[in-house]
Nanobody, 131 residues
């Protein structure tokens, strides 16, 4: 029933930009925190940014300064604008939604991408940054 469908991934040269989109269905989108995680093969799943239902945002060191998370509740969509991309940003990026309304997604900094069942997950988007 619940679906998070991502788009916008791809390959880009260092210094370039990409915008990821995640469109949700099957739940009351404005009531739930949304976020973006990323994972490099062999590494931990790491939180990049979150956006609460009212639009307040949070960034970890991975996203601070170069990335911007936003959401459009009328479109049930959350975005991640990524500027000044570096080779170290190469990863699979996952959209996630908290399964409990009113809970802060920042509680979930240590997760398994697509495996932590307290969250809903998108399918993942490959972002590759070449030098």
């Amino acid at each position: 029933e619940v679906q998070l469908v991502e788009s916008g991934g791809g390959s880009v040269q260092a210094g370039g930009s990409l915008r990821l989109s995640c469109t949700a269905s099957g739940f009351s989108f404005p009531d739930f925190d949304m976020g973006w995680y990323r994972q490099v093969p062999g590494d931990d799943c790491e939180l990049v940014a979150t956006a609460s239902g009212d639009g307040s945002t949070y960034y970890t060191d991975s996203g601070k300064g170069r990335f911007t998370i936003s959401r459009d509740n009328a479109k049930n969509t959350v975005y991640l604008q990524m500027n000044g991309l570096k080779a170290g940003d190469t990863a699979v990026y996952y959209c996630a939604a908290d399964r409990m309304s009113g809970r802060d997604l920042r509680l979930f900094r240590v997760v398994v991408c697509r495996g932590t069942n307290e969250l809903y997950w998108g399918q993942g988007s490959q972002v590759t940054v070449s030098p």
